[in-house]
T-cell receptor
Framework: AQKITQTQPGMFVQEKEAVTLDCTYD???????LFWYKQPSSGEMIFLIY??????QNATEGRYSLNFQKARKSANLVISASQLGDSAMYFC???????????FGTGTKLQVIP | SQTIHQWPATLVQPVGSPLSLECTVE??????LYWYRQAAGRGLQLLFY??????ISSEVPQNLSASRPQDRQFILSSKKLLLSDSGFYLC????????????FGPGTRLTVL
């Protein structure tokens, strides 16, 4: 079974500052993927970034980077230079390769303060 | 590029009425398809997923059903809606040859009165 834990229900960050959203996971599968999604108030789930369990380097996509620490089973999302438009819910998720399904965390609500 | 459509965007239905939500994907073939429900302020609950035409896996027993009549079409249905069926319904697809990344549609906000 897979489990995703997001312990921060809500966070605040000052505009232009960096912020880290925490995510830990648990799985017995040797091959898996980790994902982060953004859900603004409109409701649409927007894919942000992916990290494979065998990837040697941390994934980056523009202002988003995934701090992958395999031994600690953590996959934190780092958003650099926060913008007002980053205010949203953020969900961490994972899948075991070939499992066809994704397990989602409970989300973190990020609010960017001007 | 791939696009996923859902309709309607919003729906208000009385208790006991039927439901049909439709999801279609463009720009890909043989996708995995998923239906999720999200209650207000909560996470995502996987309802159904499909790896091919006519192949449906149910995750949560309830009064909803799903069908996949065509490769890129996924339908969520109910014969009689309950108050507890209210929520935000999201359809998603993934490329079975890829990384399992799921891409979501815009969602349908359903209110059962």
């Amino acid at each position: 079974a897979q489990k995703i834990t997001q312990t921060q229900p809500g966070m605040f960050v000052q505009e232009k500052e960096a912020v880290t959203l925490d995510c830990t996971y648990d799985t017995s599968d040797p091959s898996y993927g980790l994902f982060w999604y953004k859900q603004p108030s409109s409701g649409e789930m927007i894919f942000l970034i992916y990290q494979g369990s065998y990837d040697q380097q941390n994934a980056t996509e523009g202002r988003y980077s995934l701090n992958f620490q395999k031994a600690r089973k953590s996959a934190n999302l780092v958003i650099s230079a926060s913008q007002l438009g980053d205010s949203a819910m953020y969900f961490c998720a994972m899948s075991a390769r070939g499992y066809q399904k994704v397990t989602f965390g409970t989300g973190t609500k990020l609010q960017v303060i001007p | 590029s791939q696009t996923i459509h859902q309709w309607p965007a919003t729906l208000v239905q009385p208790v006991g009425s039927p439901l049909s939500l439709e999801c279609t994907v463009e720009g890909t073939s043989n996708p995995n398809l998923y239906w999720y429900r999200q209650a207000a302020g909560r996470g995502l609950q996987l309802l159904f997923y499909s790896v091919g035409i006519g192949q449906i896996s149910s995750e949560v027993p309830q009064n909803l059903s799903a069908s996949r009549p065509q490769d890129r079409q996924f339908i969520l249905s109910s014969k009689k809606l309950l108050l507890s069926d209210s929520g935000f319904y999201l359809c998603a697809w993934s490329d079975r040859r890829g990384t399992d990344t799921q891409y979501f549609g815009p969602g349908t906000r359903l209110t059962v009165l």
